[in-house]
């Protein structure tokens, strides 16, 4: 039996319910994580003192992984939002250190560098975003590119001394607080260290600071330690890899837009194919392209991405692809957030007995993310004779339903109704009830109960409950 322990980001669905229903497709593995409530949300922080006792009273753990935002700010987002100063905090993350390093050795351990959206929307950042994000945005894209290129910095629409010093204040606590981290990767603590980008530019002072950290890191020969673009997938991505050592899981990436491989997706900025590579790479596996264990089958976009948020619906012709006859999973990257309709309508009728799973999740680094850590530990089940096919066709079912159902089809609705987020997800329960219909058939897999809910009462985050 495999113990593990893992530490989530925070109580969303994606970052909690997931690793919870993947893992139980290995009947050899033994997850332990937080009771939810102890965890935090979007306008709440994690309950340290409840989670330094978690980890206390914990034996004989063979690896932890663990949101480093958790432990010493709350979460992702209070990572943004909290006043605690670098000294509190610093004796938080020094508290963590002291417990765990006395009971388990493999430690996975992962960390934002602290992102700046281009928008003027505050949901997930201070109060003072609502009027001054996307100035701040242009303010620090154009602060750095200034100082790449060595060009003359003019930014229109200054933003106010007083805000732009607290902003300032945020980053470079954060920052000093993962150069400490840095200092315990040298000293061998972590297994591995990765420092995650979530939604990036060319230029901005997040990605000044990801240079920076590299710095350090090629200077001092810091091993095992990485800076990857993404967030939510970071720890699927550490479970597996740590799952994966000794094992040589080869992986065969296919893409079906075959020269559209260069260009970068919506929210990151590397191409879908460096993306990709990154994400397998993380994961602990090698990639072989004839000689495969998984095939990975990744419906790319041929221009553009499309962005079902935004309104960009790209809805691909690929009616005439054919799925192996060896083991294949699938990447759904055409749209952002969300699937391709005529994609998935072909998957539907032509997938066989070899499918290892599906994702359409958000960003192309969380669908490749999720959709490689779900067809890994069926892989690994199924090589040691411990596969549960219910937890497999109850996570796909789910995935399906989200990705594909709600967010493609039903979320636009409550995004634009004028009604309450529960009420407006109410009156649609019916349409996703069909939906999930065309799901059980594809799947063979008949829950006797769905129940839907918006956790973070927000159209994005959708909890899907079934038995």
């Not at 050899?28 to 922080?45: D, Q, R």
Request: proline share 2%.
């Amino acid at each position: 039996m495999i113990k593990i322990a893992v530490i989530p980001i925070d109580n969303r669905p994606i970052c909690y319910d997931l690793i919870e229903d993947v893992l139980a497709i290995n009947k050899n593995i033994k997850l332990y994580m937080p009771k939810i409530k102890y965890l935090g949300g979007l306008n709440t922080k994690s309950d340290t003192n409840k989670i330094f006792e978690f980890l206390e009273n914990l034996e004989n753990i063979d690896f932890l992984v663990v949101s480093l935002d958790t432990i010493a700010y709350g979460g992702l987002i209070p990572s943004r939002r909290i006043e605690d100063d670098f000294e509190t905090i610093k004796k938080r993350i020094e508290k963590f250190k002291n417990i765990v390093q006395k009971k388990i050795k493999n430690i996975f351990a992962f960390s934002s560098i602290m992102r700046i959206s281009n928008n003027n929307i505050n949901e997930e950042e201070k109060e003072y975003w609502a009027q001054w994000g996307k100035r701040i945005f242009d303010w620090s894209y154009y602060l750095h590119k200034s100082e790449v290129e060595k060009t003359f910095n003019c930014v229109i629409n200054k933003v106010p001394d007083n805000i732009l010093e607290d902003y300032i204040k945020t980053r470079k606590r954060n920052f000093e607080i993962n150069k400490i981290y840095l200092k315990w990767a040298k000293e061998g603590f972590f297994r591995t260290l990765i420092f995650s980008k979530d939604d990036c530019a060319k230029f901005g002072l997040n990605v000044k600071e990801a240079n920076e950290l590299q710095k350090i890191i090629n200077e001092n020969n810091i091993n095992q330690t990485f800076i990857k673009t993404g967030a939510d997938e970071i720890p699927l991505g550490l479970i597996s890899k740590a799952l994966c050592e000794n094992k040589n899981v080869k992986i065969n990436p296919v893409f079906l837009e075959k020269n559209s491989t260069d260009l970068i997706s919506k929210y990151e900025d590397i191409s879908i194919n460096n993306c990709t590579l990154e994400q397998i790479k993380l994961s602990g596996c090698n990639i072989n392209k004839h000689n495969y264990d998984l095939k990975m089958i990744i419906n790319n976009f041929k221009n553009e991405q499309g962005d079902l948020v935004l309104g960009d619906i790209i809805n691909s012709n690929k009616n005439e692809i054919s799925f192996p006859a060896k083991n294949y999973f699938v990447v759904d990257v055409n749209n952002a957030n969300g699937s391709d309709l005529n994609f998935v309508n072909t998957l539907f009728k032509k997938a066989n007995k070899n499918f290892f799973g599906y994702c359409a999740y958000n960003t192309s680094a969380n669908s490749i993310g999720c959709a490689l850590f779900c067809a890994i530990i069926k892989f690994l089940a199924i090589k040691d004779n411990s596969f549960n096919e219910y937890a497999f066709k109850k996570i796909q079912f789910i995935r399906f339903l989200d990705d594909w159902a709600y967010q493609a089809i039903t979320r636009k609705y409550i995004r634009e109704s004028k009604l309450d987020f529960d009420e407006a997800l109410a009156k649609k329960q019916n349409e996703l009830n069909e939906n999930a219909k065309k799901i059980s058939e594809f799947l063979d897999f008949y829950p006797k109960k769905i129940k839907y809910s918006l956790p973070w009462k927000r159209s994005f985050e959708i909890r899907i409950e079934v038995n």
